[in-house]
């Protein structure tokens, strides 16, 4: 699925893969975010910080009637507050997702899952 702009110079498509980069880079630049995690439940108690090329995997972009939702898998770092962090990641994700790529971001649903130590 991707997110498609039609304008008077043409057509323009946007992968899935495209927005959660922006969005997964705009996250972890976020004070208190140590990485995105899988979006796929944890198995075993295991939680894997992901990559700067595997942000897709923690991100899950959905378009509903016109709507662009968007669901990020974060690990937290202990000590902070979550609920600021929740707020700065949404905050931050939306203006960099309308900056760059010049679409309207309707929700971004934060899950948390884990917290770390940062040493």
């Known amino acids: 699925m991707s997110l498609e702009i039609n304008n008077e110079f043409g057509h323009?498509?946007?992968?899935?893969?495209?927005?959660?980069?922006?969005?997964?880079?705009?996250?972890?630049?976020?004070?208190?975010?140590?990485?995105?995690?899988?979006?796929?439940?944890?198995?075993?108690?295991?939680?894997?910080?992901?990559?700067k090329e595997n942000y897709a995997k923690g991100i899950k972009v959905k378009k509903d009637e016109?709507?662009?939702?968007i669901d990020l898998y974060i690990i937290v770092m202990y000590g902070t507050k979550i609920s600021e962090i929740a707020n700065n990641v949404q905050s931050s994700v939306k203006y960099q997702i309308e900056k760059?790529?010049?679409?309207?971001?309707?929700?971004?649903?934060?899950?948390?899952?884990g917290i770390k130590v940062n040493k």
């Open 12 to 51: 323009v498509s946007i992968s899935d893969d495209v927005i959660a980069s922006v969005a997964g880079g705009a996250a972890v630049s976020c004070y208190g975010i140590i990485g995105m995690a899988s979006k796929n439940q944890v198995k075993d108690g295991i939680t894997e910080i992901l990559r």
């Open 66 to 69: 016109d709507k662009l939702v």
């Open 100 to 113: 760059t790529l010049g679409v309207k971001v309707d929700e971004i649903n934060i899950y948390i899952q």
